[in-house]
């Protein structure tokens, strides 16, 4: 029987607000420790750590990137409420990390580039180039804003400060330290971050499965409610995790992140040599398996021990994404410290997102928007330079947070819009490698088409779901049956009627289906739409070129219609036949 009811709430002692505090200091030691050894001589040394970054700290910190507190807080919600289809996610992330090694990433180290938009220009123009990096830049602001909002509560569950003032100290931490220290900074607080991630969730994980009896209770409990599932096969894409989804939605999302995305190439190109950093992606793969292995773990422990009194349907908390957080001050509150590491880890998770894309966001605004402007510009000065891009972003960051606390769920919304806005930067780079007549208009219509829909569409998904009009039809069932408190007073509360309906409502099939479809597809739909588009565009824009070019006269005035009227009929059926 759940006990949460007359213990709760449990706050933070003085060991685990001293716990919490170092955690942060130790952060920004290391910040001024990489700042004494010469880390803003140059922005060589500075954003890219002379390129001889160590193998280890390089996989930990994509790793620690790559996971994020988005994964420690919602991954355990996600098996909580849905079941354990969520780990075939490894899968995808297998599959994408051999193809990112072997395709994306020998291109990437052997042009010796800083930027990996710098391929956009190689093979489209600048144009291209530049668009790709206010799409970046625009991506990355609304990713961090999301990324910052999920420890911030879970502190708040815990201690009571005001989500703002979390989220500023959080920014504060991080901007200061990667600011100061650049990339070998930003490697070794993710690396140590990292660490506390793993071990944090270890010791939530004995000790809860120590409170429920054993694993015997957490198997049964989770079984019997259907909670045990690895083969949803369901071909309905509105069904948000099905084998599909997560394996095929799965693969080009996390392929958006490891192939293409600056974040993830920076640390390719620290590497002294292409084999370490094949080394250093695959040694990342295993790290990040083990986190959403361990987070589905923590999922099922926390329904073993609420199966009969769940605390979100008796209304003991408000979101979904207050479990995780609740679940940890249930189970380890009596054990001053325990808390403390726990939510250090969850906010280690967010500094080591946070310092990644604000160190990459700096060297694009640095290198595609600065440099070809004032070329000449002194190695001292563009380290300064990108010191105040660092701390204007996370400024700008920091605002967005007001625009994204209505969020539904944080697991759900970050991938929502990360993939819907992914897929347009990783189709652009996919249609200029794999299809060989993309020009570069055909590169900037779809990225620019891709990125608006896919924009409205995440925007009006999440806005749809935090009105309560989309529902989670996938999620299981609750009980509130020996909730004590509750029973006491007003007897058995019913379940929530969004809690465990497998049928779909009618006022939600009513609702354009692209707004009920999962959020694991936003990547495929965006890519899809640059490449198609991209491809079209590309052909017809050639052959207008062709034509042009074989006719002796400007493309311009060959689109001119009335150009075309004065051709004699030959001429405008050749015309015609070649743009076919």
């Known amino acids: 029987m759940a006990t949460t009811s007359d213990s709760w709430p449990k706050l933070f002692t003085w060991v685990d607000y001293l716990l919490f505090a170092v955690t942060l200091l130790v952060s920004s030691l290391v910040g001024i ?84 938009n710098q391929y956009l220009e190689i093979r489209f123009n600048l144009v291209v180039r530049r668009l790709a990096s206010v799409l970046f830049v625009v991506k990355q602001l609304l990713y961090l804003s999301i990324v910052a909002i999920g420890p911030s509560w879970a502190l708040r569950q815990v201690t009571g400060i005001h989500t703002l003032a979390s989220v500023g100290i959080l920014f504060a931490v991080c901007t200061f330290y990667t600011a100061i220290g650049g990339i070998k900074a930003v490697v070794w607080t993710d690396t140590i971050q990292f660490v506390m991630m793993y071990g944090s969730i270890i010791i939530l994980i004995i000790k ?17 409610t259907s909670r045990i599932e690895l083969l949803n096969i369901d071909i309905d894409p509105t069904t948000p995790h099905t084998v599909w989804s997560l394996v095929i939605g799965g693969f080009f999302y996390w392929m958006s992140w490891y192939a293409v995305d600056q974040t ?107 440099r070809p402007v004032f070329p000449n510009m002194r190695e001292r000065t563009a380290t300064r330079v990108v010191k105040g891009v660092s701390f ?4 700008l960051s920091f605002s967005m947070v007001f625009l994204v606390a209505q ?33 570069p208009i055909g590169a900037a219509v779809g990225m620019l088409t891709a990125f608006g829909f896919m924009m409205w569409l995440g925007l009006s998904a999440q806005i749809a779901k935090s009105s309560g009009v989309v529902h989670n039809s996938q999620t299981k069932s609750f009980s509130i049956e020996n909730c004590p408190a509750y029973n006491e007073s007003f007897g058995s509360l019913p379940i929530s009627p969004n ?46 070129n062709t034509v042009s070019r074989s006719m002796d006269m400007p493309a311009e005035q060959l689109r001119d219609r009335t150009v075309i009227r004065k051709l004699s009929t030959a001429d405008e059926n050749r015309v015609t036949g070649s743009l076919l």
Request: glycine share 8%; aromatic share 12%.
């Open 499 to 544: 809690w465990g309906n497998s049928s779909i409502p009618d006022e939600q099939q009513a609702v354009f289906i692209l707004l009920r479809i999962s959020y694991l597809w936003y990547t495929v739909i965006g890519m899809l739409i640059v490449l198609v588009l991209g491809a079209l565009v590309s052909l017809l824009t050639n052959a207008l």
């Open 392 to 395: 204007v972003f996370g400024v």
């Open 407 to 439: 969020i539904k769920t944080i697991l759900d919304a970050t991938l929502s819009f990360d993939g819907a806005m992914a897929g347009s930067i990783f189709g652009v780079f996919t249609l200029g490698i794999f299809v060989p007549w993309a020009n």
């Open 208 to 224: 809860g499965v120590y409170d429920v009896g054993g694993w015997g209770p957490v198997w049964e409990r989770n079984y019997n």
């Open 264 to 370: 993830t190439v920076q640390r390719f190109l620290v590497m002294k040599t292409l084999r370490k950093a094949k080394i250093s992606m695959w040694s990342n793969l295993v790290a990040v398996c083990g986190i959403i292995l361990l987070c589905g773990v923590v999922g099922l422990v926390m329904y073993s021990k609420y199966f009969d009194c769940d605390p979100l349907t008796a209304k003991v908390i408000d979101k979904a994404d207050q479990i995780v957080p609740f679940f940890v001050m249930d189970v380890l509150g009596d054990f001053p410290g325990l808390p403390g590491l726990f939510v250090a880890g969850i906010f280690s998770g967010a500094l080591s997102t946070l310092s990644s894309v604000l160190n990459a966001v700096a060297l694009i605004v640095l290198e595609d928007f600065i």
């Open 33 to 116: 420790y990489h700042a004494w050894r010469g880390a803003s001589d140059s922005t060589s040394e500075y954003l890219m750590g002379g390129r001889k970054m160590p193998i280890f700290p390089v996989a930990m910190s994509l790793a620690a990137s790559s996971i994020s507190a988005t994964t420690l807080l919602g991954a355990p919600t996600e098996v909580y409420l849905n079941g354990t289809m969520y780990v075939w996610l490894t899968v995808s992330a297998v599959l994408s990390i051999a193809a990112a090694t072997h395709v994306y990433l020998p291109i990437f180290y052997r042009l010796k580039i800083v930027s990996a």
